[in-house]
């Protein structure tokens, strides 16, 4: 099980890029700069590199991609559109 700083810790890796650069230079220190425990930082500096970089792309991909259609309706909205649109 992993703890909330190391969650927390693990998101803001994926999606700040001042953060991701200053752990890839110093990922022990910062690792425990951010509340994680020794064994949690020794764990997160042995992590993929790569596919950290990889991962942090995809997201930012995802949220852009997201921002530029607008929030995504409800299934229930969809539902009631499907209907309206039936009727009409």
């Known amino acids: 099980m992993s703890s909330p700083a190391l ?12 953060l991701r650069a200053a752990f ?32 942090a792309a995809s997201y930012r991909s995802k949220r852009a991609g997201r921002a530029a259609h607008g929030p995504r309706a409800s299934p229930a909205q969809r539902w009631w559109r499907r209907l309206l649109a039936a009727w009409t």
Not at 7 to 18: K, V
């Open 7 to 18: 969650e927390i810790f693990l998101a803001r890796l994926y999606t700040d890029e001042a």
């Open 24 to 55: 890839l230079l110093e990922p022990r220190a910062q690792a425990l700069q951010h509340g994680l425990s020794p064994q949690e930082a020794e764990a997160m500096a042995a992590m993929d590199r790569v596919g950290l970089q990889m991962a």
